[in-house]
């Protein structure tokens, strides 16, 4: 069964205090893996799309990894407006449609 | 770029009435959008996959005929929630597909509370 895991489900750090998100996944076929950041009663913003295993993209302070098993959101010195739940999901080998299988989201929390 | 509006962006109404909800990609066309739903402190739920010019895939346990879609055009998505219960109460969120990535835009989202 094609299944997603985020990792932790709650993150607090201080300001200028890097870290990382875990994104697991068992999928048959992947055919991307995308990264969402969602703000409190907003829909998701799209981030970054992976497709191989080695691959890596960046945006400010935000980089993303990805290996066979699981992608990794890396934060470097984050700032409070870095502030949001961000979700995980994979497009798998199934899917002729674009449908997505999320992960929970970890909701992480930056203070000044 | 590639924006997705809702329409409304928020609703109240009473139970045993219908509500419509409109998506619409702004600058891009759709030719699959999607519909979820998201409770409280949870991940996004897919509700069903809108085609262009056919009929929707619901997910199982999404009743049918309680939430209607139509996916008139390359540009919008509509969702029809019959005969509103206050259990139907949530944020409801649509996407479109952009590219050959198949990249997920979302909307902002409406809240709908069933009174």
């Known amino acids: 069964e094609d299944q997603v895991t985020q990792s932790p489900e709650a993150l607090r750090l201080q300001e200028g205090e890097s870290s990382s998100l875990n994104c697991s996944y068992t999928v048959s076929g992947l055919r991307g893996l995308f990264w969402y950041r969602q703000d409190p009663g907003k829909g998701p913003e799209f981030l970054f799309t992976?497709?191989?295993a080695g691959e890596e993209k960046e945006k400010e302070r935000l980089k993303a990894t990805l290996t066979k098993k699981e992608s990794f959101l890396h934060i470097t010195a984050p700032k409070p407006e870095d502030s949001a739940t961000y979700l995980c999901?994979?497009?798998?080998?199934?899917?002729?449609?674009?449908?997505?299988?999320f992960g929970q989201g970890t909701t992480l929390q930056v203070k000044p | 770029g590639a924006v997705v509006s809702q329409h409304p962006s928020w609703v109240i109404c009473k139970s045993g009435t219908s509500v419509k909800i409109e998506c619409r990609s702004l600058?891009?066309?759709?030719?699959?959008m999607f519909w979820y739903r998201q409770f409280p402190k949870q991940s996004l739920m897919l509700m069903a996959t809108?085609?262009?010019?056919?009929?929707?895939?619901?997910e199982q346990g999404v009743e049918k005929d309680k939430f209607l879609i139509n996916h008139a055009s390359l540009t919008l998505s509509t969702l029809t929630v019959t005969s509103a219960h206050p259990e139907d109460s949530s944020f409801y969120i649509c996407s479109g597909c952009k590219g050959q990535g198949y990249e997920q835009y979302f909307g902002p989202g409406t809240r709908l509370t069933v009174t």
């Open positions: 600058d891009f066309q759709a030719t699959t």
């Open positions: 999901a994979v497009r798998p080998g199934s899917s002729n449609t674009g449908k997505l299988i």
């Open positions: 992976l497709y191989s």
């Open positions: 809108s085609n262009e010019g056919s009929k929707a895939t619901y």
